[in-house]
């Protein structure tokens, strides 16, 4: 048993003539698999001379496997036709190469493991691991040289060391995006080249405008509407320097371009806020210089915010330029912060607590919410005592209970609010509740991937008067999973204690359907190469495989109980 575990590892032994795979013929979990949900035969894949055989060990599934079960052929990333070229889903994945072709000797030998970043581009189009190249819901599968060499020269294999776990190589994917919502990145200039919209609503302050405006960078258009007659001559004078286009737009229905990259709008008016938000491009920001109070609320399209990157800053002074510089003062928790984690309960939230916990420069209350009090227990169960240790308050709160919730939340409120707001849920009615509850230099990071079009009304006026921010993002790029890889191999960060349940690949429909249903608190992965074991919890190992549930610590996966588990547990 442990020479056929050894030559497992190092991908050794004959490669099967068949494999199996887990299909998906379209929308509906009655379309995955054969008739009864089961894994199909297929043949085993050739190679040409500048592809990669590779045996994929373990899937973790993700909620977004889940998307394209319920939308099926309107799924944005699926290209054929699934009913005749099914998808297979898994993109949080580890693998072995067990055949080179013939021009890749000299760089790849049988054995290498790697995990993926699964969004591979060529000439700007992502041909995504497990949406478009068959995924890990499968025993083998082909690395492309697309994968190899995809938009700018990348690699989208990542070397994995040899004391990784599969489960824990596995994870690094849906880790990266966790630790990268951390570290978002947005410009602090007009955009070099772009087109700036400069709106005016009756101020007239005298207002600043210099770098990003500057012989060394400058937009190449600049839109004006209604602004006074000093902000017009001061920006035209500008454009006539440095060759900049000006063009007089008469209302805010009149832009005669789809999208400018930046609004400026000088005084504020809810109305025109709303509309003209709309003409924000990809990556784009709208800066408010105002001083003006608002007697009521924005509604701001907060899954823009998300999907396209959008920012928006202000402040009710008057340099346009230092408000750009220091349009996001922090993208991180804040030191010391207390910090509200809406909807944690799930495996992606339960990540983001953890990293709050683990990493340096914790906040120094965490407050978390969900709606499961089996969840809520998990969490109590799993982070208190090693938050306790780290001198955290972690607080534990479900919405439901009304009274108790409310009068926690007060506490906070008390002391001046949330410096840090992580929407983990995708509730509009939700955000808008929370976004009241943001301390004054706060940070919304909305996490959750809103629907583009969803308007949430926020207190606007905390934007330019507060600094209050929203952002947020959930994609993850090759230099943050490799950064994510390193913190798992060195030990700084434990990414298997996420795991809740494993199983084998004849059972990939059940743990699609587990994650669906919310079954378990934590992540389910798939061993794809082991007998048949239907989906199961942590805790049913001391009674199915005591000497596996012998090797977790603390009840939690572990890479010993994993090759225990692969010793028992692999295929002949």
Same mark, same amino acid.
């Given at each position: ?49 500048? !592809? ?63 995990? /993926? ?145 930046? /609004? ?196 606007? !006026? ?111």
């Amino acid at each position: 048993m442990v020479e056929k575990l050894q030559q497992y590892i190092l991908g050794k032994g004959k490669v099967p003539e068949k494999y199996l795979i887990l299909p998906v013929y379209g929308a509906g979990m009655d379309n995955v698999g054969d008739e009864e949900g089961g894994t199909i035969e297929k043949m085993i894949d050739k190679i040409s001379d500048d !592809e990669l055989l590779v045996r994929h060990d373990a899937d973790s599934i993700c909620f977004s496997d889940i998307k394209v079960i319920k939308q099926g052929q309107d799924h944005p990333r699926i290209y054929q036709n699934m009913s005749e070229d099914p998808v297979v889903l898994g993109h949080e994945l580890t693998m072995t190469i067990v055949k080179v072709g013939r021009k890749l000797k000299d760089q790849y030998q049988i054995g290498q493991r790697f995990t /993926i970043q699964a969004d591979i581009y060529e000439k700007g189009v992502s041909y995504a691991y497990g949406y478009y190249f068959q995924g890990g819901m499968s025993q083998y599968g082909v690395i492309k040289p697309i994968v190899l060499c995809s938009d700018g020269g990348n690699n989208n294999l990542l070397a994995l060391e040899d004391s990784t776990g599969y489960a824990e190589g596995a994870l690094a994917e849906p880790w990266a995006c966790v630790v990268a919502a951390y570290s978002l990145q947005y410009r602090t200039t007009l955009k070099a080249g772009g087109k700036a919209w400069f709106i005016g609503v009756n101020d007239e302050r005298d207002f600043e405008l210099t770098t990003g405006f500057d012989i060394s960078s400058h937009p190449e258009t600049v839109f004006i509407t209604a602004l006074n007659e000093r902000m017009t001559a001061l920006i035209k004078k500008k454009a006539q320097k440095y060759g900049t286009n000006v063009v007089i737009v008469d209302t805010i229905d009149d832009l005669p371009v789809e999208f400018v990259d930046d /609004i400026i709008m000088l005084g504020v008016d809810i109305e025109k806020v709303e509309r003209s938000s709309t003409k924000l491009d990809n990556f784009g920001i709208y800066c408010v210089m105002a001083d003006k109070k608002l007697h009521k609320k924005v509604s701001l399209d907060l899954g823009r915010v998300h999907y396209h990157r959008w920012l928006y800053i202000g402040s009710a002074g008057t340099d346009i330029s230092a408000t750009y510089q220091s349009g996001l003062p922090r993208n991180t928790l804040q030191s010391g912060g207390t910090a509200l984690y809406a909807g944690a309960g799930g495996p992606i939230g339960r990540m983001h607590v953890q990293r709050a916990i683990e990493f340096q420069n914790s906040p120094r209350k965490i407050v978390c919410t969900d709606v499961s009090e089996m969840r809520l227990q998990d969490m109590r169960d799993t982070y208190s005592a090693q938050a306790a240790e780290r001198g955290i308050d972690l607080v534990l709160l479900n919405p439901m209970e009304k009274v108790s919730y409310q009068a926690a939340i007060q506490d906070v409120m008390d002391e001046g609010g949330f410096s840090d707001v992580i929407v983990l849920a995708p509730i509009a009615p939700l955000i808008e509740e929370i976004s009241g509850y943001l301390a004054k230099d706060g940070l919304m990071n909305i996490f959750a991937g809103i629907a583009r079009g969803t308007m949430v009304k926020v207190d606007f !006026e905390q934007v330019y008067q507060q600094n209050i921010r929203y952002i947020g993002h959930s994609g993850s790029g090759l230099d943050d999973m490799q950064l994510t890889l390193n913190k798992i191999e060195s030990g700084e960060l434990n990414a298997t204690r996420t795991v809740a349940a494993v199983g084998s690949l004849h059972y990939g429909r059940d743990g699609l359907k587990a994650v669906n249903d919310a079954k378990y608190p934590g992540k389910v992965v798939i061993f794809n190469h082991i007998k048949k074991f239907p989906v199961t919890s942590l805790p049913e190992f001391k009674e199915k495989l005591p000497t596996v549930f012998a090797l977790f610590e603390h009840g939690e996966w572990t890479n010993a109980a994993e090759k225990e588990f692969l010793r028992l547990m692999l295929i002949d």
